[in-house]
């Protein structure tokens, strides 16, 4: 809730255009002011003007954000900015100076009354590392703008936690969607900087459709560059989704929800969501909606909506009021991630949307990429490491190998509680304890999750989140009578390929030719150009990827590569090689009674 005397204030101030001094003489602290024009939209610039009449020698360093909450990626926003200056009240330029990537000084700031920057819009700009996940970033185009607020908006050292107000000024007929609220003048304020960047906006020729969900309203807001797919599309996949994520969370933590998706083709549409407290925005590519379907758009919106349950409504206090200066992991990542990715799946099951042999499905499915990473990395070392680019590189297994981790915690609570309590009632509970204002200290939780649950947790935490043991999958899922096999050699002999393609110097290149392989003429680090007649790019590797699937051993398919600038196509034969699949997962049809019991609780909200 926002308190109702600064509320009218901002008001009076804008009705009366009365100087901010007035505003001080009341001691609350003027808003900062930033005005960014969105009718210029030539030149991927955002021109920014913050208004300001009370900095002193402590709020000299102006500064850009070196990171942002829930991204866990390195950003440095400064590298983006042009020509910043800062004017006294006759307009003359003040001397400023940059002390670092995301930290610019203004000499005589007590003078200062304006501060004016151009910032790169990310989408469009390049860089040779840290690019910015595009739903992170921003971008500024003929028919729509995206902006998250710590790509546009910096703040003078010291007043992180200033109120401030945003002005766009942007074509009329454009549709506007952010979580913020506004003002009659159209203003939005907020309540200090990281709420503006808990906030990003949507603009532009969109679509809008809203639904009630238990009382709470849900508005989705679309751009989509071909016209193809609607918010009212997205809203009518989503519904069940949402009612389960209401039913999972008893009942939605917020009385207003924005979604905003951003929908557009190329290198720059690649699929990503980010979540914040009361909005989350996705970038897809422009597909058709049935294509759309296939991504599990609302599998996505669920895992974005539950993060207001955590981290939220339940975090560190490392998380608290977010370091933007230097980025500072918390150890809680499992928490807030995997758990996330794990209720998101779980939740459907509990709803009923899927079956337990779908759900075993998505199990499978994340064993197989989990396959692919480090599984000596715990999920401790990658919180702790995810700025480092080592960390990085596992950092996409939070949301695989860490959702299983979360998921055997879940089993291990409901046996220890007797089928009564599983995560999703320590998680509702802690969510009432903690909640918004109140950050659970760093170094305690795992002990404070210990003592509201049972003391062989400790040994969990200790096994399989702090350190990385193997996983006892097999032994955890047969409490459930789900019986689990790592590894299922099947006698059948089906084709192989033996190689693997790579992104390499921005193109697909071959990586792990096998000898097989090599002995048919194909290298390591070859382009791949086309196969069977079809160009292989990054846009068709999917649908290239499926054709090669359906090959049977012996039968020959024709590649076109690239070595040493000469191209040349290459008649293959596929290999052979015996079927094993991994992590197979099985309802167990003769499950004992105790077993039955214990996943009649897991299947369903306790
Ligand atoms: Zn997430």
């Not at 009329?172 to 939005?188: E, I």
């Not at 096994?463 to 996983?471: G, Q």
């Amino acid at each position: 809730m926002k308190p109702l005397s600064k509320l009218l204030l901002i008001v009076a101030l804008l009705v009366s255009g009365c100087s901010s001094s007035l505003l001080r003489k009341n001691t609350t602290p003027a808003p900062l002011l930033y005005e960014v024009n969105l009718n210029d939209r030539a030149d991927d610039l955002f021109k920014v003007k913050l208004s300001v009449n009370d900095l002193k020698s402590e709020n000299a360093v102006y500064q850009f954000a070196s990171t942002a909450p829930g991204t866990y990626q390195v950003m440095d926003i400064g590298r983006f900015v042009r020509d910043f200056k800062a004017l006294d009240a006759q307009g003359n330029a003040l001397k400023t100076e940059r002390l670092s990537t995301n930290q610019w000084k203004i000499h005589e700031v007590e003078r200062a009354r304006e501060i004016r920057y151009n910032i790169a819009e990310t989408w469009d700009t390049p860089v040779n590392e840290h690019r910015i996940y595009p739903m992170a970033g921003t971008s500024l185009e003929a028919d729509h703008v995206q902006i998250n607020g710590q790509a546009v908006f910096g703040y003078p050292t010291g007043m992180q936690n200033r109120p401030l107000q945003v002005k766009l000024a942007h074509p009329p007929d454009w549709l506007l969607g952010t979580a913020l609220s506004r003002n009659s003048d159209g203003v939005f304020y907020a309540d200090n900087y990281d709420r503006v960047v808990d906030s990003p906006f949507l603009l532009g020729q969109l679509t809008r459709a809203e639904l009630d969900v238990k009382g709470s309203k849900v508005e989705i807001y679309a751009y989509s560059k071909s016209g193809r797919i609607k918010a009212e599309q997205i809203l009518t996949s989503a519904k069940e989704v949402l009612l389960a994520a209401a039913a999972f969370t008893k009942g939605l933590p917020v009385k207003r929800y924005t979604f905003l998706f951003h929908f557009e083709d190329g290198n720059k549409g690649a699929l990503g969501a980010w979540e914040h407290s009361y909005s989350s925005l996705y970038t897809f590519n422009d597909a058709t909606f049935e294509q759309m379907l296939r991504q599990d758009i609302a599998g996505i919106m669920a895992h974005e909506f539950f993060h207001i349950v955590t981290p939220l409504n339940i975090h560190s206090e490392i998380i608290e009021q977010f370091n933007f200066v230097e980025p500072a992991p918390s150890e809680h990542l499992w928490l807030y991630e995997a758990t996330t990715e794990w209720a998101a799946q779980i939740m459907k099951l509990r709803g009923g949307l899927i079956t337990p042999e779908q759900y075993t499905q998505i199990l499978n499915n994340k064993l197989n990429i989990d396959d692919n990473f480090d599984k000596s990395y715990s999920l401790s070392k990658l919180a702790l490491t995810s700025y480092a680019p080592e960390g990085q590189k596992q950092y996409g297994n939070i949301y695989h190998r860490g959702a299983i981790i979360v998921g055997l915690l879940d089993i291990r609570l409901l046996e220890l509680s007797n089928g009564k309590r599983g995560l999703r009632e320590v998680i509702n509970r802690l969510a009432k304890t903690y909640g918004p204002e109140r950050a659970f200290p760093e170094k305690k939780f795992f002990d404070i999750f210990v003592e509201m649950t049972h003391p062989e947790i400790a040994d969990f935490f200790e096994r399989y989140i702090k350190n990385a043991e193997p996983l006892p999958i097999a032994e955890y899922y047969s409490k459930l009578g789900i019986k689990y096999a790592e590894e299922i050699r099947t006698g059948k002999q089906v084709a192989a390929l033996g190689l693997g393609i790579t992104l390499k110097e921005g193109r697909l290149a071959l990586v792990g030719v096998s000898p097989e392989m090599q002995a048919q003429g194909l290298r390591d680090g070859d382009f791949v150009l086309a196969s069977n007649g079809k160009p292989v790019k990054l846009e068709t590797i999917q649908e290239v990827g499926q054709e090669l699937k359906q090959l049977q051993p012996d039968q020959t398919f024709e590649f076109t590569i690239e070595r040493d600038q000469q191209e040349k196509t290459l008649q293959l034969k596929a290999l052979a090689k015996e079927q094993v699949d991994r992590h197979v997962f099985e309802i167990d049809p003769n499950a004992a009674e105790k077993q039955l019991a214990l996943r009649k609780a897991w299947m369903k909200n306790l």
